[in-house]
C-alpha cells in the first residue's frame, strides 16, 4: 500500500513539475517577446525621425580663447611638435532655429511629412506631441473603428506593447473639442507616456510649461500646462460633459480643488468655457484604479514653414 502510494505521490511531483516548467517556459517566452517587440519599436521610431521629420538647425563657429597666436610661438624654429589640427580646431555649436512665431514658446522649425508618414508607416496617423523636457515625441493615431485599438497595437499593427499615443474616435481629429484626451502606457522604460511622472515634481511642473501638437494640416499647436494631478480611472469624455459654458466652467473648478502630494495646479492661467483642452492620461504603478493627467490649454497657433 505505501509502494502505491509513493508512485501516487511520484506522480504528482512529476506533473507539478511540468506545470511549472511549462510556466516558466512561458514567462521566458513572453519576456523574451516583449523586449524584441520594445526593441523593434524602438528602431522603428528612430526610421520615422531620420525619414519623415526635419527640424532646422544653425550651426555656428566659435574661436578658442586659448588658441595661440604667432607671437607666442614659431613653428619653424621650434623643435616641439605643433598641435595637431583636431585639438586647435574651433568647435562648431549647433542650435535649433526656433519658430518665427513661436519661438518664445520654445518651438523650433520643425516639419513633419503626413503624407508621407499615413502612406509608409500607418494610415491613422494624424499628428504629433512633443512635450519638452521628456522624451515624449511621438505620432498621434485614432483608430476609424476600435475605441481603444492602439492600447496593445503598434505602429506596424502588431499586437503587443509599447502601443501608440493614441485618441479615441470620441474626440474629433481636428482640435476643436472643449477636451481632446490622449492615452499611453507608462511603460517601465520610461517611453510613451511614462515620462509625464516627471510633473509630479514642482520644479519641473514650472520649469517645463508646455505642449506642442503638429496637425497634418501644417499646424502647430502651442498649450500651457495649467494641471498635473493623479484622478479616478473614470471615462472622462463620458463621465463629463463639457457641452455647456456651465459644466465646462464647474469641471475647471472641480479639478482645481484636487489635493494631493502629485498634484501640481497653474492657478494663474483663465479657464472659460471657450478653452480648448488636451488631457494627457497614463496609469500610475501599483494602483490599478487611478491615473496620472496632465492638462494642458491652447495659447497659441502657428503653421509648419
Request: overall charge negative; glycine content about 4%.
Amino acid at each position: 500500500m505505501s509502494k502505491d502510494n509513493n508512485k501516487k505521490s511520484n506522480k504528482i511531483y512529476l506533473v507539478m513539475a511540468l506545470i511549472f516548467g511549462i510556466i516558466f517556459l512561458c514567462c521566458i517566452i513572453w519576456l523574451i517577446s516583449y523586449f524584441v517587440g520594445l526593441k523593434k519599436a524602438e528602431k522603428a521610431m528612430e526610421s520615422i525621425m531620420s525619414s519623415y521629420v526635419t527640424e532646422s538647425q544653425s550651426s555656428e563657429t566659435v574661436a578658442s580663447s586659448e588658441a595661440g597666436s604667432s607671437e607666442e610661438s614659431d613653428p619653424v624654429e621650434s623643435s616641439e611638435p605643433s598641435e595637431s589640427s583636431e585639438e586647435s580646431s574651433e568647435p562648431e555649436v549647433v542650435n535649433p532655429l526656433y519658430h518665427e512665431d513661436l519661438g518664445e514658446y520654445g518651438v523650433t522649425d520643425r516639419v513633419i511629412d503626413f503624407e508621407a508618414l499615413k502612406k509608409d508607416v500607418n494610415k491613422d496617423i494624424y499628428s504629433w506631441i512633443i512635450v519638452p523636457g521628456t522624451v515624449i515625441d511621438y505620432p498621434i493615431l485614432q483608430h476609424p473603428t476600435e475605441m481603444d485599438y492602439y492600447l496593445d497595437h503598434n505602429l506596424n499593427g502588431s499586437t503587443g506593447y509599447p502601443g501608440c499615443i493614441y485618441t479615441q474616435r470620441m474626440n474629433s481629429k481636428d482640435w476643436t473639442d472643449p477636451n481632446t484626451v490622449l492615452y499611453g502606457h507608462n511603460m517601465k522604460n520610461g517611453t510613451m507616456f511614462a515620462a509625464l511622472h516627471k510633473f509630479k515634481q514642482q520644479d519641473f511642473f514650472e520649469e517645463n510649461p508646455y505642449i506642442y501638437i503638429y496637425t497634418e494640416d501644417n499646424k502647430i499647436l502651442v498649450y500651457k500646462i495649467f494641471a498635473a494631478y493623479e484622478f479616478t480611472n473614470q471615462h472622462l469624455l463620458m463621465t463629463y460633459n463639457l457641452i455647456s459654458e456651465t459644466s465646462i466652467q464647474s469641471y475647471f473648478d472641480m479639478i482645481r480643488t484636487l489635493d494631493g502630494i502629485n498634484n501640481n495646479f497653474d492657478h494663474d492661467i483663465e479657464l472659460t468655457a471657450e478653452s480648448k483642452v488636451i488631457t494627457l492620461s497614463t496609469c500610475i504603478s501599483n494602483k490599478p484604479d487611478n491615473r496620472y493627467l496632465v492638462q494642458g490649454v491652447l495659447v497659441a497657433e502657428g503653421e509648419q514653414k
